[in-house]
């Protein structure tokens, strides 16, 4: 069976940091791309990171470049999401996702095109 499992949600205040996991099981996880996806209240689904089945190539949504970092652990089947400086406009639920390209390295994610998608995690930042 098939899973992707976040944790590290939580409240936090603005200017502070929250780490994100996803575990994953069940499926081909060093192959793959792996990308984080966020839904703010009342809006669009959005791209937040992805990161190459490798780990050599990343690329981030404008609105959080220079504050999070994606980064994976192949051994491990994990991949997270490191906060840092968080703004209120950060507040969502993330939602990590494997990619069905296997081997893909390049700059286009979308969410609905995921292979497989976890449940989320509720991120508060209070202003």
């Known amino acids: 069976q098939v899973q992707l499992v976040e944790s590290g949600g939580g409240s936090v205040q603005a200017g502070g940091s929250l780490r994100l996991s996803c575990a994953a099981s069940?499926?081909?996880?060093?192959?793959?791309?792996m990308g984080w996806f966020r839904q703010a209240p009342g809006k669009e689904r959005e791209f937040v990171a992805a990161i190459s089945w490798d780990g050599r190539n990343t690329v981030y949504a404008d609105s959080v470049k220079g504050r999070l970092t994606i980064s994976r652990d192949n051994a491990k089947n994990t991949v997270y999401l490191q906060m840092n400086s968080l703004k209120p406009e950060d507040t969502a639920v993330y939602y990590c996702a494997e990619d069905r390209r296997q081997y893909y390295s390049g700059s286009y994610y979308n969410y609905y095109d995921m292979r497989y998608r976890g449940k989320g995690t509720l991120v508060t930042v209070s202003s």
């Open positions: 069940g499926l081909s996880f060093s192959s793959y791309a």
